[in-house]
């Protein structure tokens, strides 16, 4: 076990050579954000620029490309596919017309902004030409609790014992509502697609949840799922709790056991977030001593990510690469703290402490 220096840092930058062009620094091919989380996008993919990344495709809805494109110039993006859902219409005029006329005129199609599973068919291109792919910040692919679905089969009853101007089976809104899958048919996709996927792939946030469900359907380990071979996942310790399903205390209490633990049992580099950050990838063990309350906010996760991505992009392994993100990131959060308090940093302010970080390691 070590702790992470500042020699160790600057010993692990990659080179910044004169004859080089964007290519040569790396493709991040970012699959992130959602309807309620597009900020998350655009902080995930800024921070790989940060670091030296030469190159960011943000792939996601058209709703968050269309956001990060109106916040920056210097990410490109791949609006991708998304799911069509229908809703009734309760509000409705009501006419003379044919029951199946109502019917029809009642029933809107809307687009939530889920992805849908046939847009990993418009990333196959961009999946062999990327660096490194990083997924899951802001994705709502866990939980889309922020979108709302019809129940057919309440839905359908109700339409047959309808009648004109009748009303009463159709009380409120939330009778035919219910949450869908989301994204999850897309990421169940996209991760079979990864599997002969050489190149480094980073699991973040929902991601992460989703890898759970995988894992542990109904609470009991019953599904077996291969991570890519080159996979670094950035977990809290909640998230890491669904992964082995364990109580979050027991996670706190050893954190280094477990976070090696998810390591060999996932084959994959595990970042363990929060107070002393624990990097291992099952045989190395790495903890991180900067940092701060001030990354104790919402969108410092999604920055994290997108660094750890921005150095995976440029050749460097996942492991150096995994402590590289975490030590930077640390201390652009000490920076930024010193001139803006711990209670007032913001995760997008982070963004611009991140180049002073990187000086302060290149001075040793």
Same mark, same amino acid.
């Given at each position: 076990?070590q702790?992470?220096t #500042?020699? #160790?840092?600057?010993?692990? @930058?990659?080179?910044?050579?004169?004859?080089?062009?964007k290519m040569?620094?790396? #493709?991040?091919?970012?699959? /992130?954000?959602s309807i309620h989380?597009?900020g998350?996008?655009?902080l995930s993919?800024?921070?790989a620029?940060?670091?030296?990344?030469g190159?960011v495709?943000?792939?996601?809805?058209?709703?968050?490309?269309?956001?990060v494109?109106? @916040?920056?110039?210097?990410? %490109?993006?791949?609006?991708?596919l998304?799911?069509?859902?229908?809703k009734?219409?309760?509000?409705?005029?009501?006419?003379? @017309?044919l029951a199946t006329?109502i019917?029809?005129?009642?029933w809107q199609?809307?687009?939530?902004q889920?992805i849908?599973? $046939?847009?990993?068919?418009?990333?196959?291109?961009?999946?062999n030409q990327a660096?490194v792919?990083?997924?899951?910040?802001?994705?709502?692919? +866990?939980?889309?609790?922020?979108q709302?679905s019809v129940?057919f089969?309440?839905?359908?009853n109700?339409l047959?014992?309808?009648s004109?101007g009748?009303?009463?089976h159709h009380n409120s809104?939330?009778?035919?509502l219910s949450?869908?899958n +989301?994204?999850s048919e897309?990421f169940?996709a996209? @991760?079979?697609?990864?599997?002969?996927?050489?190149?480094?792939?980073?699991?973040?946030?929902?991601a992460l949840?989703f890898i759970?469900r995988l894992? #542990?359907?109904?609470n009991? *380990?019953?599904?077996?799922? !291969?991570?890519p071979?080159?996979?670094?996942i !950035?977990?809290?310790p909640k998230?890491?709790s669904?992964?082995?399903?364990?109580?979050?205390?027991?996670?706190?209490?050893?954190?280094?056991?477990y976070t090696?633990?998810?390591?060999?049992?996932?084959n994959?580099?595990?970042?363990l977030? +929060?107070?002393?950050?624990v990097?291992?990838d099952?045989?190395?063990?790495?903890?991180?001593?900067t940092?701060n309350s /001030?990354?104790?906010? *919402?969108g410092?996760g999604? %920055?994290?990510?997108g660094?750890?991505?921005?150095?995976? *992009?440029?050749g460097?392994?996942?492991?150096?690469?995994?402590c590289?993100? %975490?030590y930077?990131h640390?201390l652009a959060g000490?920076?930024?703290?010193e001139d803006?308090?711990?209670?007032? $940093?913001?995760?997008?302010?982070?963004l611009n402490?991140?180049?002073r970080a990187?000086?302060?390691v290149?001075?040793v």
């Open positions: 076990m702790n992470l #500042h020699d #160790h840092i600057n010993a692990l @930058l990659p080179p910044r050579p004169d004859n080089s062009h040569t620094f790396g #493709h991040v091919l970012n699959i /992130a954000g989380y597009r998350a996008a655009y993919s800024i921070s620029l940060r670091v030296g990344a190159y495709t943000l792939a996601s809805s058209p709703s968050v490309c269309d956001s494109s109106a @916040l920056t110039p210097n990410v %490109v993006t791949l609006p991708l998304t799911q069509m859902t229908a009734y219409d309760n509000n409705a005029p009501n006419t003379d @017309l006329q019917q029809t005129a009642r199609t809307i687009d939530l889920a849908d599973k $046939m847009a990993v068919l418009q990333l196959d291109d961009k999946l660096s792919i990083s997924i899951g910040s802001g994705l709502s692919i +866990g939980q889309s609790t922020d709302l129940n089969s309440r839905s359908r109700y047959d014992n309808s004109l009748n009303n009463k809104d939330s009778d035919d949450v869908p +989301g994204n897309f169940y996209l @991760l079979t697609q990864l599997q002969a996927n050489p190149n480094p792939v980073i699991f973040d946030a929902d949840n759970s894992l #542990h359907p109904g009991i *380990a019953t599904t077996s799922i !291969t991570l071979k080159h996979s670094i !950035t977990p809290h998230e890491l669904r992964l082995l399903n364990l109580d979050v205390s027991e996670i706190q209490a050893k954190r280094v056991h090696n633990m998810a390591a060999k049992q996932l994959a580099v595990v970042v977030k +929060g107070k002393h950050t990097i291992s099952g045989e190395q063990v790495f903890i991180n001593p940092g /001030a990354l104790a906010k *919402a410092t999604d %920055v994290l990510t660094m750890i991505a921005g150095f995976c *992009a440029q460097v392994s996942p492991i150096d690469a995994a590289l993100g %975490v930077l640390g000490d920076i930024a703290a803006l308090s711990q209670y007032g $940093m913001l995760a997008s302010d982070l402490y991140i180049p990187i000086l302060q290149l001075s």
